[in-house]
């Protein structure tokens, strides 16, 4: 167990967009299953909480990236527990999340063109798309948010926090940095948590250390496969429970 915090999360170039989503997709059709079922896994659906609108406040993946996230959490050591914080998203938050992104960006460099301020938001949130050929990853519920915790429910330190617009949030970051004591314990909670989702068959995101892929067209293209299982789905009844969110969880306009 040991070596998962000595192998180190290698440097790696972000996906060639147009090439991973022309990747074929050959739908499998496994259903999208509630992540809290499990007593192994802790989930914090991180955008509701956030009060994000639409979001929803349960995790779901598809039935096989539920089964890794089992044995991922499985090599973890007794004391570490994994955390889900969102898995399959729907269209209106990847929307506002990346629309969110790509205006603090554009405010945050005013010397940037429309096409540089885009593909800098690409590197933390996926562009919205319901193209049946070419989806969100999220939306497909083959992408999933992780990070760990102890048993008691406090995070471990990561170096960034979750959805954190920073260079250091890169999954290799702090391979390339002289650390100090508290963030090389950072980098090596990031390795652990790389090895374990590598060991369990997820591919990672470069640029976001939480982020992982099974099925979709970003596991396919990062792993080699010749095709992706899982396009764009949804869960059935969302718009009843947005209805009855809006009830009892009053959204911000």
Same mark, same amino acid.
């Given at each position: 167990?040991?070596?998962?915090?000595?192998? /180190?999360?290698?440097?790696? +170039?972000?996906?060639?967009?147009?090439? @991973?989503?022309?990747?074929?997709?050959?739908?499998?059709?496994?259903?999208? /299953?509630?992540?809290?079922?499990?007593?192994?896994?802790?989930? !914090?659906?991180? !955008? !509701?909480?956030?009060?994000?609108?639409?979001?929803?406040?349960?995790?779901?993946?598809?039935?096989?990236?539920?089964?890794?996230?089992?044995?991922? +959490?499985?090599?973890?050591?007794?004391?570490?527990?994994?955390?889900?914080?969102?898995?399959?998203?729907?269209?209106?938050?990847?929307?506002?999340?990346?629309?969110?992104? /790509?205006?603090?960006? &554009?405010?945050?460099?005013?010397?940037?063109?429309?096409?540089?301020?885009? $593909? *800098?938001?690409?590197?933390?949130?996926? %562009?919205?798309?319901?193209?049946?050929?070419? %989806?969100?990853?999220?939306?497909?519920?083959?992408?999933?948010?992780?990070?760990?915790?102890?048993?008691?429910?406090?995070?471990?330190?990561?170096?960034?926090?979750?959805?954190?617009?920073?260079?250091?949030?890169?999954?290799?970051?702090?391979?390339?940095?002289?650390?100090? +004591? *508290? *963030? $090389?314990?950072?980098?090596?909670? &990031? &390795?652990?948590?790389?090895?374990?989702? &590598?060991?369990?068959?997820?591919?990672?995101? %470069?640029?976001?250390?939480?982020? @992982?892929?099974?099925?979709?067209?970003?596991?396919?293209?990062?792993?080699? +496969?010749?095709?992706?299982? @899982?396009?764009?789905?949804?869960?059935?009844?969302? *718009?009843?429970?947005?209805?009855?969110?809006?009830?009892?969880?009053?959204?911000?306009?």
């Amino acid at each position: 167990m040991n070596d998962f915090y000595k192998d /180190v999360i290698p440097e790696r +170039a972000m996906p060639d967009w147009e090439t @991973y989503q022309a990747t074929p997709i050959i739908e499998c059709q496994d259903a999208l /299953v509630p992540v809290s079922v499990s007593k192994r896994i802790a989930v !914090y659906p991180a !955008y !509701y909480k956030m009060n994000v609108a639409n979001s929803i406040p349960e995790c779901h993946v598809r039935s096989q990236v539920f089964e890794r996230l089992l044995q991922a +959490a499985s090599l973890l050591p007794d004391d570490i527990q994994l955390v889900v914080l969102d898995g399959w998203r729907p269209f209106s938050v990847q929307q506002y999340l990346f629309d969110t992104l /790509v205006n603090l960006i &554009r405010h945050a460099n005013e010397g940037m063109t429309a096409e540089e301020v885009e $593909l *800098e938001a690409r590197n933390l949130v996926s %562009p919205p798309s319901t193209d049946p050929s070419a %989806p969100s990853p999220h939306l497909t519920g083959g992408s999933v948010d992780v990070t760990l915790a102890d048993m008691d429910g406090r995070f471990l330190d990561m170096g960034t926090l979750f959805d954190e617009a920073n260079p250091l949030s890169w999954s290799c970051a702090l391979e390339q940095k002289s650390c100090n +004591a *508290e *963030e $090389l314990q950072a980098r090596d909670n &990031r &390795r652990l948590l790389f090895n374990v989702m &590598r060991q369990a068959g997820f591919t990672n995101l %470069p640029s976001e250390w939480w982020h @992982y892929d099974f099925g979709n067209q970003l596991w396919a293209y990062n792993s080699g +496969a010749d095709n992706a299982i @899982y396009g764009a789905t949804s869960l059935p009844g969302i *718009e009843k429970l947005w209805q009855k969110q809006l009830k009892s969880h009053p959204q911000p306009i």
